[in-house]
């Protein structure tokens, strides 16, 4: 996750007052003496049967989920790991007849807590319970504008709904966020969710990558979908600029493409080119790519995985063996991998001059199209001069065919 507020006020302290104040690019997972952050999806069930779902929840009881007192042992165990946030997620987490319960004692053993949902079931019948549960942070997902939502989530008012969540949990005096997933049909849609996110003062906006995984061999300058994402980077850098410059304290997030750290960098350069050295620092000391690191994944079996996109790879499981013992056990080749600095990449992404800065970006991207974890990512949307590539690739990219996620994987279809 890469915090663009937070690296775009540091450059304009540093073009007005020639400093910054110290930030930690990981805000909420700090580098040492710390486990990672945990996305926890609680249940698979949903009422909903989104056409991007990497979870492939349905409404419909799935067997095997983890009881409360299992939770709750487990919650101790990450307590004890020094895991400083818990993501409640799922399908739908509001459906859980436990989820109170559960967000009151994450909240009781010090977690910072956050609640993931698709906002339909956020009504008046439960925002009272939900403001009780006084949540650091609670994410809502808008696909697009009206008719464009509702056919990602493929229900007939569910913008409505899912934006009625928003405006109960924001009167309640809830942290509430937007996150938008990006793909080919809902890009123009863009910039009326970024108006509709200051209309209602919302206190932050997540842009997430979804790139489906083809093969091609075109030049990344040239292909119409690296261009939209190029084009989708530059409109929230510049929103979120106007905002810092209007004092206006709106965070900005992108996830799911390291890439955009090396963008941001670029962006700073152009616009901001006395903060280029400071800000490139901060930018390696993130460094990227975090799954296996400070980000984690647990689903609703208790399986552990090195990120919520890593479902077809499982760690152990919690019923088994505690989180922690899991977490440090690198006698897996992926976790081995993921843990290793620098990560042992190869193609475009072994020669990219950048690389401390992304970290070799998403790894189960290259997994999903070759079988090698460690091979080019191709949602990599900049270009070899760019980066300082030399040379011919066969590279890998994504192409135009539409996809499913099943499971955690892209199922590609002509």
Known sequence: MLRLSQYIRAAIDIAENGTAPVTNPRKHAPLSNSGPVVIWNLIRRCNLTCRHCYASAVDKDFPGELTTKQVFHTMENLRDFNVPVL???????LM???????????????FYVALSSNGTLIDDRNIDQIAAANYDYVGISLDGLGATHDYFRRLEGGFDLALRGAKLCRGAGLPVGIRFTMTRENYQDLAGLLDLVEQEKIDKFYFSHLNYAGRGNHNRKDHAFYNMTREALLMMFSRCEADVKAGIARDYVTGNNDADGVFLKFWIDEHYPAASSQIEKILQRWGGNAS???????????NVHPDTMWWQHTLGNVLKRPFSEIWQDIS????????????????RCGECRYRDICGGNTRTRAYQLTGDPWAEDPGCYLDDAELGIVGEHNRLETV????TRRHGQVEVTS
């Not at 135009?400 to 996809?403: I, L």
């Open 87 to 93: 993501i409640l997620s799922g399908g739908e987490p």
């Open 96 to 110: 859980r007849p436990d989820i109170f319960d559960i967000s009151a004692y994450a909240k009781e053993l010090g």
């Open 292 to 302: 296996g690191v400070n980000v984690a994944n647990i689903d609703n079996l208790g």
């Open 332 to 347: 897996d080749p992926l976790m081995a991998g993921l843990k290793q600095r620098p990560r042992l990449v190869h193609g």
């Open 400 to 403: 135009p065919f539409s996809a």
